[in-house]
């Protein structure tokens, strides 16, 4: 049996793929954020350190999201052309 064709292997190995890309992008977030906020680690966080997370966090996941809903659009506007080129 070929790995391949196999669609139980294909499956794992696509949930393992989103996995890594989750892990990714909270890597790459919080690497951002910690750069453009934190100017000088203590016990706690003021109150505008605190506020410029929070800032950081929701545009970096409103631009995540308008990145993948503008790639999913361009997908569906691309599927039908690629759908009858290669019929």
Avoid: Y
């Amino acid at each position: 049996m070929e790995a391949a064709a196999d669609p139980e292997l294909q499956s794992f190995i696509e949930a393992e793929t989103q996995k890594q890309r989750f892990q990714g992008l909270v890597h790459q977030l919080t690497e951002l954020c910690w750069d453009k906020c934190m100017e000088k680690p203590g016990p706690k966080l003021d109150a505008r350190c605190e506020g410029c997370f929070v800032n950081c966090v929701e545009r970096f996941i409103d631009t995540s999201q308008f990145i993948l809903n503008r790639l999913e659009q361009t997908q569906k506007t691309r599927d039908p052309f690629s759908r009858s080129l290669t019929d």
